[in-house]
Structures are given as structure tokens and as C-alpha cells.
């Protein structure tokens, strides 16, 4: 498919993807998503491809997430090529792909963009990125280190010189050997795909609310949600 939000180059073994909307805060709409999947089909097909780096253009964001925007403009994540919001399915490429995977974190990692990051097998961060979900506390690169959920930060000049060591790396390594780490990484968790699925059915009943409809509005206006006339629901 030709490719409108996303860019998709090779160097030497390595597979950059790059969600390519720095106006959006590189948000993903349906067809952002769509392009993702095929970006990590071909890279998976592609012989000559060793290792596959996902980044964010620009240097303020990674990926800030569902384009919520989007959301308020049209009441949807706008239309993609099968009909279907295809997120669980790039949630299940990035896993399933025999290759090492690396997020190149350049700047905001916000709520699905948070997920893809963790997601990936390795997470490079810049020193100014910072994770979490919208509307709750988030934490900085230092933190995120600390507590495991990134692998290395780098300053926000040397992330792509790193991600290139790094992915060199393991390019001299058995992809046979890399694909079995991998697998049996994610081994451990493909429990938990009925779980995933089961939170994603609830939010989409939620996200059909008015409570929800609200937050997305207030987004979109920067403004604070105003939740009050929702805390009489008592029902659960």
C-alpha cells in the first residue's frame, strides 16, 4: 500500500519505521495503523532485514496514542482498508515478528503510544522522553530506567547512533537464536492476549459514553474534563 503516515527505509540489515505525523504528535489514526502492519509484514518477509527500529518523527513525540482529535472530528479513528481499527493486530505483529524489535522513545510515549513502546522487545529513550497515560501522573526517561521499563537513555543526538550499535549488535548474532528468544520471551505473557482482548471490549463500551465522550471533548478543546455529573452512578 502506498504509504501516507508512515515512513519505511532499510540500512544494512536494519528496518527504520517511522510513524511520520509530528503535526498529530505522531497519534495514530486507522490508517496509520494499517500502514504499521504492513511496514512489519515487509520487514518480516524481507530477507536482507535483520532488526526493525519503531520512532516518531520529529523530536517531540514517539507516539502520543489514538488520535483523539481524529475522534472528535468525526466520532471515529477515521477509515482503514478491512473496515476494523486494526490496533490489536499491529499489537500482535510487533510480538509475533521474528526479529528483534527496538523503540527509539524520541519524546512523548502516551497512552497507546506507551503500549507500543512496551510492546517492543528493546526500548532506547531519549533523555527528555516521558511514558505513561493521559490524564494520570507520568514519569520521565531516568525513571522509566530505573524501574525497567526502558533499557538505556541516551541523549536525544546520539538515540539513532544507538539504536544503529545496538541493532549491529545483534546482527552478527543466529537470527535462529534471536527468533527462539524472543518467543520464548513472549512465551510468558501470550496468556494474557484474552485479557488484553477482554480490557479493549471494555473500552470500547466505555469509549461510547457520554463520561467518555466528555474527556475526548475536553481534549481536543485544552480544557479540564468536568466529571461531576457522572460520580451518581452507583450501578457497579
Given at each position: 500500500?502506498?504509504?501516507?503516515?508512515?515512513?519505511?527505509?532499510?540500512?544494512?540489515?536494519?528496518?527504520?519505521?517511522?510513524?511520520?505525523?509530528?503535526?498529530?504528535?505522531?497519534?495514530?489514526?486507522?490508517?496509520?495503523?494499517?500502514?504499521?502492519?504492513?511496514?512489519?509484514?515487509?520487514?518480516?518477509?524481507?530477507?536482507?532485514?535483520?532488526?526493525?527500529?519503531?520512532?516518531?518523527?520529529?523530536?517531540r513525540?514517539?507516539?502520543?496514542g489514538?488520535?483523539?482529535?481524529?475522534?472528535?472530528?468525526?466520532?471515529?479513528?477515521?477509515?482503514?482498508?478491512?473496515?476494523?481499527?486494526?490496533?490489536?493486530?499491529?499489537?500482535?505483529?510487533?510480538?509475533?515478528?521474528?526479529?528483534?524489535?527496538?523503540?527509539?522513545?524520541?519524546?512523548?510515549?502516551i497512552?497507546?503510544?506507551?503500549?507500543?513502546?512496551?510492546?517492543?522487545?528493546?526500548?532506547?529513550?531519549?533523555?527528555?522522553?516521558?511514558?505513561?497515560?493521559?490524564?494520570?501522573?507520568?514519569?520521565?526517561?531516568?525513571?522509566?530506567?530505573?524501574?525497567?521499563?526502558?533499557?538505556?537513555?541516551?541523549?536525544?543526538?546520539?538515540?539513532?547512533?544507538?539504536?544503529?550499535?545496538?541493532a549491529?549488535?545483534?546482527?552478527?548474532?543466529?537470527?535462529?537464536?534471536?527468533?527462539?528468544?524472543?518467543?520464548?520471551?513472549?512465551?510468558?505473557?501470550?496468556?494474557?492476549?484474552?485479557?488484553?482482548?477482554?480490557?479493549?471490549?471494555?473500552l470500547?463500551?466505555?469509549?461510547?459514553?457520554?463520561?467518555?465522550?466528555?474527556?475526548?471533548?475536553?481534549?481536543?478543546?485544552?480544557?479540564?474534563?468536568?466529571?461531576?455529573?457522572y460520580?451518581?452512578?452507583?450501578?457497579?
Open positions: 500500500m502506498a504509504l501516507e503516515d508512515v515512513r519505511y527505509e532499510v540500512e544494512q540489515g536494519l528496518a527504520w519505521i517511522t510513524i511520520d505525523r509530528p503535526e498529530r504528535l505522531n497519534a495514530f489514526r486507522a490508517r496509520t495503523v494499517d500502514e504499521l502492519v504492513a511496514c512489519f509484514k515487509r520487514a518480516w518477509a524481507d530477507g536482507s532485514v535483520g532488526v526493525v527500529c519503531l520512532t516518531g518523527a520529529g523530536d513525540a514517539f507516539c502520543a489514538g488520535d483523539q482529535k481524529q475522534r472528535a472530528e468525526t466520532g471515529d479513528y477515521g477509515p482503514s482498508e478491512s473496515g476494523l481499527f486494526e490496533v490489536i493486530g499491529l499489537h500482535r505483529v510487533i510480538r509475533d515478528i521474528p526479529k528483534p524489535v527496538i523503540a527509539a522513545v524520541n519524546g512523548l510515549a497512552g497507546g503510544g506507551h503500549v507500543l513502546h512496551v510492546l517492543c522487545d528493546l526500548t532506547i529513550a531519549a533523555d527528555h522522553a516521558r511514558f505513561g497515560q493521559n490524564g494520570c501522573r507520568q514519569y520521565d526517561a531516568a525513571t522509566a530506567e530505573r524501574w525497567g521499563l526502558v533499557n538505556a537513555v541516551v541523549p536525544v543526538a546520539e538515540l539513532r547512533d544507538t539504536v544503529r550499535g545496538w549491529d549488535e545483534m546482527l552478527a548474532m543466529s537470527p535462529t537464536a534471536l527468533r527462539f528468544l524472543k518467543q520464548s520471551f513472549n512465551a510468558d505473557s501470550e496468556h494474557l492476549m484474552g485479557t488484553g482482548q477482554v480490557a479493549f471490549s471494555g470500547h463500551v466505555f469509549g461510547g459514553s457520554e463520561e467518555a465522550r466528555e474527556g475526548v471533548t475536553a481534549f481536543a478543546e485544552k480544557r479540564q474534563p468536568s466529571f461531576d455529573r460520580r451518581g452512578d452507583v450501578s457497579v
